[in-house]
């Protein structure tokens, strides 16, 4: 898996308008093909009427699925700038659809570039590119008399505590980068002299919005 990467936070829309054309984009994240497949359906449907549905995707964490469509739009000038926005940030397991109402207006080959990678921008802008990080869990129980010193040393080092429960022992569910997870699990057990008790979790994926983590 990979340590981080790069794609958007939520479905968003912007438009723009170009002579008249106006040109809505359509951003969304999603976890395989057939996700992005199912949200360029439902965008056809819903724009039935428009003179073109243009749309791009990346997926995967070497980008293996990458396909793009002009819908119409002579060759090269709609789905690959589309997907050129994508490209250009590593912006993965996202999809863009560019829906486009024909203002009467002839574009030529540059305008049509230009008009469908200014919308798949701007939507990109709206959806908000954000990273996600892969975290491993771990679970780390404690009597009370050590919890005050391995909560101090999980925070000082920029780890996540996601969870606390107080039984007869206190228990710490952790969140920790996963390529640092054996070296976190030494600290603690160093700090506890051995005495906490430590289990080793799944690995998970936490997302940095504007500089801080959302778990």
């Known amino acids: 898996m990979l340590k981080s990467f790069k794609t958007v936070n939520e479905l968003a829309y912007a438009e723009i308008v170009e002579k ?45 699925t990458q396909r793009q469509s002009d819908d119409g739009e002579p060759s090269g000038t709609a789905g ?71 909560q101090y040393e999980i925070l000082q080092n920029g780890h996540i505590i996601y969870d606390t429960k107080y039984t007869d022992k206190v228990k710490f569910t952790v969140l920790c980068e996963a390529d640092s997870a054996d070296g976190f699990v030494k600290r603690i057990t160093d700090v506890s002299s051995a005495l906490a008790f430590i289990e080793l979790g799944e690995e998970a994926y936490v997302k940095r919005v504007d500089g801080n983590l959302v778990t």
């Open 80 to 150: 690959l700038p589309v997907l050129d926005v994508l490209r250009g940030e590593d912006i993965k397991n996202t999809v863009i659809v560019v829906t486009r109402y024909f203002g009467g207006t002839l574009l030529g080959t540059g305008g049509l570039v230009r008009a469908y990678q200014r919308a798949a921008k701007e939507g990109v802008l709206a959806a908000k590119v954000i990273e996600k990080i892969l975290y491993r869990y771990v679970f780390i129980t404690v009597d009370y008399n050590s919890s005050g010193k391995i």
């Open 20 to 64: 008249k054309s106006r040109f809505i984009a359509a951003v969304k994240p999603v976890s395989s093909e057939e996700d992005a497949l199912e949200f360029i359906a439902g965008l056809k449907k819903k724009y039935w009427d428009a003179t073109h549905n243009v749309f791009a995707y990346q997926i995967g964490e070497r980008n293996e």
